[in-house]
């Protein structure tokens, strides 16, 4: 059966394919399910996909090991088993699967993504106070011309004002000049 291009089988077809009864397999996927695996379903019937399968048979294997017990063989298995390189994780009804490397590569890239735009806002904030330095800079040089303007003016009038009151007191009236040539 297929769906979603995805080839599937139902428990019975599992159950005979691990070589077990449809009750163990339904007891091992309720553990399963209370330790957070969830499978997609199809009119309240499980489906069984590639992954599903390939769980299940880990789970036989330790069992058949005789070291664990179901529930500690599921745990290990979803949780802590280094060969278990896929993340399930159900969201309305769909299972979405990431394999470790995919997942990383999915955080670096957040991560990535985070400071890329912390950085970005940083060089906003810089930017923004270098062109306020700039203005305060700019007004302070502005405001020093304008008074060294002023002050070059005062001079000149000054000057000005020293060069009329030597030329009148140089400056002899009509008859003098007139007379003492």
């Not at 390939?54 to 664990?68: A, N, P, S, T």
Request: aromatic fraction near 6%; include cysteine; proline fraction near 1%.
């Amino acid at each position: 059966m297929e769906e979603n291009d995805r080839t599937f089988l139902y428990a019975q077809a599992v159950a005979k394919e691990l070589d077990i009864s449809t009750s163990s397999l339904r007891r091992w996927c309720g553990a399963m399910e209370k330790a957070g695996y969830s499978f997609e379903r199809h009119k309240d019937a499980r489906m069984f996909f590639e992954n599903d399968q390939k769980v299940l048979k880990q789970i036989k294997q330790r069992l058949e090991d005789g070291q664990e017990s179901l529930e500690t063989a599921i745990y290990n298995i979803l949780h802590l088993d280094p060969e278990d390189h896929t993340i399930g994780t159900s969201t309305s009804g769909a299972k979405i699967q990431l394999s470790v490397d995919e997942l990383r590569q999915l955080i670096s890239s957040a991560v990535q993504e985070g400071v890329a735009a912390s950085n970005e806002r940083m060089i906003q904030a810089m930017d923004q106070k270098l062109s306020d330095h700039i203005e305060m800079m700019d007004k302070i040089k502005m405001k020093q011309f304008r008074q060294l303007m002023d002050d070059k003016q005062q001079q000149i009038e000054l000057e000005k004002g020293q060069n009329e009151v030597a030329a009148t007191k140089e400056k002899k009236p009509l008859w003098k000049r007139l007379l003492f040539r």
